[in-house]
Antibody, heavy 119, light 110 residues
Framework: QAQLVQSGAEVKKPGSSVKVSCKASGGTFSSYGIRWVRQAPGQGLEWMGEIIPIFATTNSAQKFQGRVTITADESTSTAYMELSSLRPEDTAVYYC????????????WGQGTLVTVSS | QSALTQPASVSGSPGQSITISCTGTSDDIGDYNYVSWYQQHPGRAPKLMIYDVSKRPSGISNRFSGSKSGNTASLTISGLQAEDEADYYCSSYTRTSTWVFGGGAKLTVL
């Protein structure tokens, strides 16, 4: 059974960076697309970006380009999302989600990681 | 890329059917058969309910169905049950190789 386990909640100062991890189990890690989606308190879902390890490619939403870095470590089946220059409006639950690399949907989701940005 | 448009709320009584609409553009819903729907209960991660417009993942009840016409996709839930009460989000792949979500619709089972 596919499972994604994310790292724990973080509290960060404005201007700093946060790195969230997402460890996958079940299936072949390199054949997945690992996508990142965030949800601000009381708000909807927002796609941030993805990585496809088998092709070593990444793609991100224009809104986050220059601030988000998505990486993957195939040896540990773990993906990472780092967001820099944090601002209070980046306070949100950050989810990773998995789908086969060619699938255009989010099949399995991690439990979410709450990132709070506050001075 | 603008968010897809969903009604903020929908409601229905147990046993009834409801439909949630999701309107996009010719750059997303209108251009691809890559619409998916997600159910989210409070404090929980989203759950895939429908993918590729009308396909159901294994384990999802056939009370859930999806369709698309032009730039608008729809999710229909038949035989409403109390446990269906949740937020529902649509999503579409886009012409710029990105994804866009709807604002979410809160389903209330009366």
């Amino acid at each position: 059974q596919a499972q994604l386990v994310q790292s724990g909640a973080e509290v960060k100062k404005p201007g700093s960076s946060v790195k969230v991890s997402c460890k996958a189990s079940g299936g072949t890690f390199s054949s997945y697309g690992i996508r990142w989606v965030r949800q601000a308190p009381g708000q909807g879902l927002e796609w941030m970006g993805e990585i496809i390890p088998i092709f070593a490619t990444t793609n991100s939403a224009q809104k986050f380009q220059g601030r988000v870095t998505i990486t993957a470590d195939e040896s540990t089946s773990t993906a990472y999302m780092e967001l820099s220059s944090l601002r209070p409006e980046d306070t949100a639950v950050y989810y990773c989600a998995r789908g086969n690399w060619g699938a255009k949907y989010f099949e399995f989701w991690g439990q979410g990681t709450l990132v709070t940005v506050s001075s | 890329q603008s968010a897809l448009t969903q009604p903020a709320s929908v409601s229905g009584s147990p046993g009834q059917s409801i439909t949630i609409s999701c309107t996009g553009t010719s750059d997303d819903i209108g251009d691809y058969n890559y619409v998916s729907w997600y159910q989210q209960h409070p404090g929980r991660a989203p759950k895939l309910m429908i993918y590729d417009v009308s396909k159901r993942p294994s384990g999802i009840s056939n009370r859930f169905s999806g369709s698309k016409s032009g730039n608008t996709a729809s999710l229909t839930i038949s035989g409403l049950q109390a446990e269906d009460e949740a937020d529902y989000y649509c999503s579409s792949y886009t012409r710029t190789s990105t994804w866009v979500f709807g604002g979410g619709a809160k389903l209330t089972v009366l």
